[in-house]
């Protein structure tokens, strides 16, 4: 039975086919125009250029009461102003993202631009326009690598391959769903948004295989030998080592307004870190953001050797190569910590050397006053 909507809903909805590869997303976009052909309204068109490799292309889908246009901007940086202006009045995203491990610059570069476009009109939350992030590989574990590798937690996961149509059908069909339900029942959309979320967990950790392990070890039956009577020894049992604090989420305090600022100058995370003479530096505050530096610290040895770096060095590139952080003594004892990727370390570099000038012996007891004088540099 077809539903009716009212007139005020019928509309058209845009989605978005973009990544560092245009020719990923223009192979996608041929492979969903010809599974969906008989809806489609015309054939793939071009626009914004002659050349065929810097213009955009799109088509027009009629499904039941709304019509889907789908476009692939560019990467060229000559249409960076009309591919930023699709992306404001996108209504939905699905960013591909390869599998080559060599393109992972280029796709980080891509989603820090994508995520301060979307700041300025959604906030630095975004939890109003949906994007899904689809990787052009069916290989868990190769997932499971890049998810980490791009910092891509919280986020809707899909796999696909160009094979494989029932993935392909499964992206376009999940997007439209989307930004329809956004239209039509804003409360489901969340809920929708949330389970979808919910559901990419499983690329981040290892629920399902740590179940099923522990499942099999207690219905294993294993003999246990009764173990002799020691006699008790005095000795004064070693004190507990101290632990390292809980790392203190969001602030409250901070605005909106401030974290845009940072996503605008691409930054990713910022965490205040303090000094405690009985284990050293530890993560105690952050303004926004969840990225790569508390898993860095988690380690006492990566966390000393953060702390070394701080003192001698404006910042310094991460393991994997993607995650630059820049440092801003904030006192005696206390660094500001500041994420990027290595794709904006000059706009970083520039950054922090002009937070370390404002807060130059300047001392910092809170993450607010740390905000009360940056948004003077912001």
């Not at 009716?4 to 058209?12: G, P, S």
């Not at 979320?197 to 030998?225: G, N, Q, T």
């Amino acid at each position: 039975m077809e539903v009716n909507l009212v007139k005020e809903m019928a509309r058209v909805l845009k989605i978005l086919l973009y990544g560092p590869e245009c020719l990923s997303s223009r192979n996608l976009l041929r492979k969903i125009y010809d599974l969906y052909r008989e809806a489609s309204m015309y054939s793939i068109r071009r626009f914004g250029s002659s050349i065929s490799s810097e213009a955009v292309e799109y088509c027009s889908f009629k499904i039941g009461s709304f019509i889907f246009e789908v476009y692939v901007p560019p990467t060229s940086n000559r249409l960076r102003i009309l591919r930023n202006n699709l992306i404001k009045k996108s209504d939905g995203i699905i960013f591909v993202i390869p599998s080559d491990e060599q393109e992972h610059e280029k796709v980080l570069s891509h989603i820090l631009e994508t995520r301060k476009i979307l700041s300025k009109k959604y906030g630095p939350e975004n939890k109003s326009l949906p994007v899904i992030f689809a990787i052009n590989t069916e290989d868990e574990e190769r997932v499971r690598q890049i998810v980490e590798s791009l910092n891509l937690g919280d986020s809707i996961i899909w796999t696909f391959s160009f094979g494989d149509e029932i993935s392909i059908r499964e992206i376009f069909g999940k997007i439209t769903f989307l930004v329809s339900l956004k239209v039509l029942d804003l409360k489901k959309f969340f809920i929708e948004i949330d389970r979808l979320k919910a559901e990419s967990y499983k690329y981040l950790k290892r629920e399902v295989e740590i179940s099923e392990v522990r499942e099999y070890m207690e219905e294993l039956e294993i003999p246990m030998a009764p173990l002799p009577d020691f006699p008790e020894l005095g000795i004064t049992p070693v004190q507990q080592q101290k632990e390292l604090p809980i790392y203190m989420p969001e602030v409250p305090a901070v605005s909106s307004r401030v974290k845009t600022k940072f996503i605008e100058n691409y930054v990713v995370d910022v965490v205040l870190f303090d000094f405690d003479s009985s284990y050293g530096f530890y993560a105690k505050q952050a303004v926004f953001g969840n990225g790569k530096i508390i898993r860095f610290v988690k380690s006492p040895v990566d966390l000393a050797e953060l702390s070394i770096i701080a003192k001698h060095s404006i910042g310094c590139l991460l393991r994997d190569g993607l995650t630059f952080i820049g440092f801003v003594p904030a006192g005696e004892n206390k660094v500001i910590a500041l994420e990027t990727s290595v794709s904006h370390i000059r706009k970083m570099c520039n950054l922090v050397c002009a937070m370390r000038k404002k807060l130059r012996r300047v001392e910092l007891d809170d993450i607010r006053d740390f905000i009360k004088k940056i948004k003077e540099i912001l």
